[in-house]
């Protein structure tokens, strides 16, 4: 049989809670630095938003929507927003 050890730590509550924020608060900085990469890497007339597509392709939102779930659209997901890489919208069309 396996035998495992623990370790029992106390902490105060403001221990606790400056060891999440700081967790949480790196986790952040790591995800907003890749958000920034990839804003960084495509300019803004590189990316579309759904309401650019949709009107670029004349269907409704409900359509795009559609697209997407079935993978004949890719889209990203960049700080909450909802975007397409135009290249990828204009290949579509040929």
């Keep these: 049989m396996k035998e495992s050890t623990y370790r029992v730590l106390e902490f105060t509550r403001e221990d ?3 060891l999440v924020k ?5 986790e952040f900085q790591k995800m907003m630095g890749m958000i920034n ?8 007339s ?3 938003t759904r309401e650019e597509v949709s009107k ?5 939102l409900v359509t795009l929507h559609n697209w997407e779930k079935k993978k004949v659209l890719v889209s990203r997901k960049v700080g909450g927003r909802v975007l397409y890489l135009r290249d990828e919208v204009y290949s579509r069309l040929n």
């Design 16 to 18: 606790l809670e400056r």
């Design 22 to 26: 700081e967790a949480l608060s790196s």
């Design 37 to 44: 990469n990839i804003e960084g890497n495509k300019t803004k």
């Design 46 to 48: 590189d990316l579309m």
């Design 56 to 60: 670029l392709l004349n269907v409704s």
